[in-house]
């Protein structure tokens, strides 16, 4: 029974140093606070990723980055994860639309803006809201990309 528990501990040790993390200069406390005081609501859901895909960071409930939204493309919905996913490396983009009743979504995905002097990062980000008083998309990318740069990316 040791030995199992000492297995599980040495295999929950590797699987966590092969994580994705944030780039070690940035302050997840910062971070946070910065996309909370610019975007954060219980509707919003933020998650930045490296260039293979794996989350860094997440901005958000569980639930709310998993909600199926629509894309704004033909009535189609999707997750922040899989909008996220579909953005990896491309420009920044940004759209909004109603969604039910007097609900809106607003969607921004694009790469973690790199400040002036700071070393290049490839990670992209999804920012999404969804409510009845949702941000338009390209407010979502702009309040975005300054908390970013104010936490230090």
């Known amino acids: 029974m040791v030995r199992r528990l000492a297995l599980v501990a040495i295999a929950a040790a590797g699987l966590s140093a092969c994580s994705a993390k944030l780039p070690a200069d940035i302050n997840e406390a910062a971070l946070t606070q910065a996309i909370g005081k610019s975007i954060g609501s219980p509707s919003t859901c933020v998650i930045v990723a490296d260039a293979q895909g794996r989350t860094v960071w997440r901005g958000g409930g569980y639930i709310t980055c998993s909600r199926?939204?629509?894309?704004?493309?033909g009535g189609e919905t999707t997750t922040a994860a899989e909008v996220l996913k579909a953005g990896l490396?491309?420009?920044a983009r940004f759209t909004s639309c109603p969604?039910?009743?007097?609900?809106?979504?607003?969607w921004a995905?694009?790469?973690?803006?790199?400040?002036?002097?700071?070393p290049q990062r490839d990670?992209?980000?999804v920012a999404v809201m969804e409510g009845e008083r949702a941000l338009p998309g390209l407010e979502i990318k702009e309040r975005a990309e300054r908390a970013f740069e104010k936490a230090g990316f």
């Open 109 to 118: 995905v694009g790469p973690v803006p790199t400040g002036e002097g700071k």
């Open 68 to 73: 199926n939204l629509p894309t704004c493309q």
């Open 123 to 125: 990670l992209t980000y």
């Open 99 to 106: 969604t039910t009743g007097v609900n809106t979504v607003g």
């Open 89 to 91: 490396g491309k420009p």
